[in-house]
């Protein structure tokens, strides 16, 4: 009875530590070096998830990072369509990779806005088998990345591409988003993908159909708008529509010939005859140089000013001249216009002078009054309602 009670106390104090995240549940994976690694999210995963259930059509979302750091590691990306789908982590590690790696994954449950978080440990290692030298990477323009990622379709990929490559000996190396290596986001028509790029990798050598798909002439026929060179037949269709202009292929069973090794040297250089650089600098005096510099154009500009004055004020013709020169009939009608100029200036200093006619207010024409003669009729606006 003491150990059942025991038991039930633990596991209640158990559950209340992962609800207020004092155990955070943990699992180990071992990704390979060259190999693609993919892991699914969902709410199954997420067992100590609070009040969600693992249902297929459970809300919930993820946020995936590396312990101790705001982002994933350089090879290991992460993806969801939508939080009623499930969520994955997919990537290739490399060599510089090898190791211990901690992902926190953090769930988010949309119905009932509680979290939890889960630890993966990866355990990056060496690949065992035969080594894979021949790489090809195909474009499939008909599925997204998510699509991919889920082991039956990757199978299926792979027993397609037999029908044109040695079977049974096709691994997958990396699957990648079309929109991670520059592709566009498509428009939303039905049957419209983002495209995702897979990477196989074999022991066996190409197929002559392969090396067909990927010779120059093949891109070259791709660069010019028309079909590429496919000798064999298609055994992707109907389920994978892969873009041929877009084969590549890698051979790495030949190793590249190291380049030559630099040797060092003491670190001066050679006698170069179409190089000789002085040794020395002999002194010079810079006075002649800044006396040019400031005072060539000072003198210039008082040249012109020089030049501007003469014209100016020494080659005005006079105001005698100016009337002599002008018709009598012309200087009449300015001294007119003069006149007339001044003795308007002085009317309207002078407020006594009666106003003409064309200026007086006119009676009303409704009640028939006139304003009365007494009245200062030149302190009265022409329009009566204005104050």
Known sequence: MAAALVLV??????????????????????????????????????????????????????????????????????????????????GTPTLEDRGQQIIEVIAYNRESFETTRNRLVLLVGEPEGPSLPYEAEFLVQSHDVEEVLPSPIGQRFLTALGGLWVPGELQLLNITSALDRGGRVPLPIEGRKEGVYIQVGS???????????????????????????????????????VDWCNVSLVDKSVPALPGPVPTWGDGILEHDPYFCPPTEAPDRDFLTDALITLL???????????????????????????????????????????????????MAANRSVPRPLSTLPMFNVRTGEQLPPCSDIAQVPLILDQH
């Not at 067992?47 to 809300?59: K, M």
């Not at 002559?208 to 590429?228: E, F, I, N, Y």
């Not at 040249?303 to 200087?331: F, H, P």
Request: net charge positive.
């Open 9 to 90: 106390w633990t596991y209640l104090l158990i559950g209340l530590l992962s609800r207020f995240g004092g155990i955070v549940a943990q699992q180990m994976l071992y990704p390979l070096i060259g190999r693609v690694f993919i892991h699914t999210l969902g709410p199954a995963s997420f067992v100590d998830l609070p009040d969600t259930d693992p249902r297929p059509n459970t809300l919930v979302t993820f946020h995936a990072h590396l312990l101790g750091h705001p982002d994933l590691p350089r090879w290991l990306h992460y993806t969801q369509r939508s939080p009623s789908q499930p969520g994955f982590l997919y």
């Open 296 to 346: 060539v154009p000072l003198l210039v500009a008082l040249l012109l000013t020089l030049i501007l004055a003469y014209i100016m004020c020494c080659r005005r013709e006079g105001v005698l001249k100016r009337n002599l020169a002008t018709s009598d009939i012309q200087m009449v009608h300015h001294s007119t216009i003069h006149g007339n100029t001044e003795e308007l200036r002085q």
């Open 203 to 241: 022991a066996s050598p190409f197929s002559t159909c392969l090396k067909v798909v990927g010779s120059p002439a093949s891109h070259d026929r791709c660069t010019q708008g028309q079909p590429p060179l496919l000798s064999c037949y298609d055994s992707f269709v109907p389920h994978f529509k």
